[in-house]
């Protein structure tokens, strides 16, 4: 199991000792300050936020987010290295073809999929763990890592064959990374992979842990480009006019539809959150509106036309942000 320490100085070349703060690999800013027992390290910077966790395979979750963490780690900075190439690159569809502001992609759990992506080496590295626990000779923890072994094995052959892909990472009630989405660009075409029930939630332009910290409420829409959308105007609003759209406590997140809708997640984060609804003529907006009434206390708009979602209502009013 590698400390934040040691993957700072492999993954970055950064040196570092706990108690001082460094400079963030994410955002560049010397705010990132690492815990005493080594095991977490975090930027504090406000636009930020990152983190860093030592944890690698202690339990099946925690082996699945040290892959997807490091996996995200790849994807991010392949989506950024993107930036200024032309074609129909994945960076090019979220910014331009859907108009996302470089800031809300930064601080987005967001990639893309590298041609020839390779997990091999942190799945060993998490099997590995998995592996030195004492709890290993029971018959659970033996299955746990061949369901495990099973899913890493399904997760690289899919990553072989989405190389360009966009990758949207989902997080539990925990800030562990449980599942993702992946979306060819230009199109359509989406999957989600995912080992364990919960399917976890997508967050624009925070985490977990600080929506918790901060007791920020819910905004929820259910595709990804619904939130991005809305915090990308937030910002645009923000430096046209000095004014937020959003309140200071709310935060966009995306549940991936409705079926997939994981509301014990949810309703550990904000048992009372709002729902802004696909307006779908087939109904499944409302769908996700009666399904979240089992199991909070929630309020629910949608927008005004038929057939359109928050994302399209935000584009259709071009650059006039005030308008919006």
Not at 51 to 61: D, L
Not at 113 to 127: G, K, M, R, T
Not at 247 to 275: F, H, M
Request: hydrophobic letters at 35%.
């Amino acid at each position: 199991m590698k400390s934040v320490r040691e993957q700072l100085k492999k993954k970055y070349g950064i040196e570092a000792d706990v108690g001082k703060k460094v400079t963030c690999p994410f955002c560049g800013h010397q705010t990132f300050s690492i815990k005493a027992d080594d095991s977490i390290g975090k930027c504090f910077h406000p636009s930020c936020g990152k983190q860093i966790t030592s944890s690698t395979g202690q339990t099946p979750h925690s082996a699945v987010n040290w892959v997807l963490r490091c996996l995200f780690d790849d994807c991010h900075n392949e989506l950024l290295s993107q930036k200024g190439t032309s074609g129909n690159t994945a960076y090019n569809y979220i910014a331009k073809e859907r108009n996302i502001h470089l800031c809300v992609v930064k601080a987005s759990m967001i990639g893309a999929i590298p041609n020839h992506c390779s997990i091999d080496d942190y799945v060993a590295e998490s099997l590995d763990a998995l592996k030195n626990k004492k709890a290993t000779k029971n018959k659970q923890s033996k299955n746990d890592k061949a369901d495990l072994k099973k899913f890493f094995e399904e997760l690289q052959e899919l990553l072989g064959k989405c190389g360009g892909w966009l990758v949207f990472f989902y997080e539990d009630s925990s800030g562990r990374l449980v599942s993702i989405k992946l979306r060819k660009s230009f199109t359509k075409k989406i999957c989600m992979k995912k080992p364990f029930k919960e399917a976890g939630v997508f967050i624009a332009r925070s985490g977990i842990r600080e929506m918790r910290n901060e007791s920020r409420h819910l905004l929820i829409s259910e595709g990804e480009f619904n939130a991005l959308s809305l915090e990308s105007l937030a910002v645009r609003h923000q430096r046209t006019t000095g004014q937020s759209i959003l309140p200071s406590d709310c935060t966009a997140i995306a549940v991936g539809g409705v079926t997939t809708a994981d509301w014990s997640t949810i309703v550990e984060i904000d048992r009372n959150p709002v729902i802004c609804f696909d307006n779908d003529s087939s109904g499944a907006g409302l769908d996700l509106v009666s399904r979240g009434q089992h199991h909070a206390s929630l309020s629910a708009f949608t927008t005004p036309d038929v057939d359109s979602d928050l994302d399209n209502f935000i584009r259709s009013f071009g650059k006039d942000v005030v308008a919006t």
